[in-house]
């Protein structure tokens, strides 16, 4: 169903840099952390920093890949043809079988296969006859028989530096043998809510205080992706937070801040970081929601770097930073350079022009092959209900009027 959807916009300051700028920033300045060794076990989305080759042939022996008869014979072999049966192999059992012509072993699938077998018959096509076996149907040499190495030499690369271990990657290294892998290492991450307004719990509401929404969003983010976050609150008071700014940049690899990042008097993140030592990268981005972002770096006397991410303190804002720019900046810290990878939708519905680029929480859904975009309502930047309903966020981009089947660009969520 069209439906006409209209989001208020506001205008834009100038020199703004834009969303692609800000990411190329990210990719460019954050330097890579070292590396560590784990376990394969552990090592889940984690990113390789060597190649991995296997020690071992896959399959490691010639094996059955049925259940059935090994048998020896040269060349075709006829239906009614009958073989002696001198024995049986079980999966994991050790031979040291030497059949002749005219031989055969009952074995069961993943079974070593016996010296001089030159083919398997399944059992369906086998009868059994006292110490015999008489074969029903026409079969070919070397049929189900899984030779070593033919899906691994040993020696050969399994998985390549910079590769990303899915569930599939750590199951075919573990069947290789591999054991432990070295990766990069998962940066110490510091999560700073600032605000007088934030209450922990119902009696602490007074007059003008909110829930906190943005720590347990944060840290759920990182407890998605298996990693561990550390949650400091403070005031907006300039002294306690130069005391925690001094704290944490020499301890953590990455500070992720979120409110005091803009122009009022007690949005003090900015100037607080740039006086304990963070080079500002950039400030403000020409997007909605979360133009007034913060990225900066501080390096101290041994070489130990920390990332500032000082998001907005709006959740949808600090929803849209991290789906975005922390994700970015998470790879990058483990050397991956690449930016995010958008994908491509048509819309159902007409959006009105706005002067920033803006990334809108939508619902995607598959239509006889194609993905439809349908934008939820109450999109403002202090409203975070739509994502109950919400799978994406998509990339509108600035001063267009967007019409009905129009590509846009976006991200699952």
């Known amino acids: 169903m069209n439906q006409y959807v209209e989001h208020s916009g506001c205008g834009a300051e100038a020199d703004l840099i834009s969303v692609d700028q800000a990411l190329s920033l990210i990719l460019e300045k954050v330097q890579s952390l070292d590396t560590e060794t784990v376990a394969l076990s552990k090592a889940l989305n984690r990113f390789l920093a060597d190649d991995v080759y296997s020690s071992i042939n896959l399959p490691m022996f010639s094996q059955s890949a049925v259940d059935g008869y090994a048998i020896v014979a040269t060349g075709h072999i006829s239906a009614q043809t009958q073989f002696e049966l001198v024995g049986e192999l079980r999966a994991g059992q050790s031979t040291d079988i030497c059949l002749t012509e005219g031989q055969a072993v009952r074995i069961f699938t993943g079974a070593a296969i016996p010296q001089n077998t030159t083919t398997v018959a399944r059992q369906e096509i086998v009868q059994s006859i006292e110490n015999k076996i008489l074969i029903r149907q026409d079969l070919a040499i070397h049929i189900d028989i899984r030779d070593a190495g033919e899906e691994v030499a040993s020696g050969q690369q399994l998985a390549q530096h910079g590769q990303q271990l899915s569930i599939g990657a750590i199951a075919a290294l573990s069947m290789a043998g591999v054991k432990v892998v070295k990766v ?211 990339r509108v981009p600035a001063n267009e009027s967007i019409q009905i089947g129009q590509c846009l660009t976006g991200i699952f969520i």
């Open 184 to 394: 990069y290492r998962y940066p110490r991450i510091a999560v700073v809510i600032t605000g007088d307004e934030v209450a922990s719990q119902a009696s602490d509401l007074t007059t003008g205080q909110i829930f906190d929404a943005n720590a347990p969003l944060i840290q759920a983010w990182f407890e998605a992706r298996q990693q561990k976050v550390s949650i400091f609150h403070v005031a907006d008071h300039e002294d306690a937070l130069t005391e925690l700014f001094h704290q944490l940049k020499d301890e953590y690899d990455l500070i992720i801040s979120t409110g005091g990042v803009s122009v009022g008097d007690y949005d003090l993140i900015r100037p607080v970081a740039l006086k304990v030592g963070f080079e500002q990268i950039f400030w403000k981005i020409k997007q909605k929601p979360g133009k007034p972002m913060l990225f900066a770096q501080y390096r101290n006397l041994n070489s130990h770097h920390c990332c500032l991410l000082g998001l907005p303190g709006n959740p949808a804002a600090v929803y849209v930073g991290m789906q975005i720019y922390t994700s970015t900046l998470l790879n990058a810290l483990q050397n991956q350079r690449q930016m995010p990878n958008w994908f491509s939708g048509k819309m159902t519905h007409t959006l009105k022009p706005d002067a920033r680029e803006r990334f809108l929480r939508m619902s995607a859904q598959f239509d006889q092959g194609e993905l439809q975009l349908q934008s939820l309502s109450k999109q403002q930047s202090h409203m975070l209900t739509n994502l109950m309903q919400a799978n994406c966020l998509v």
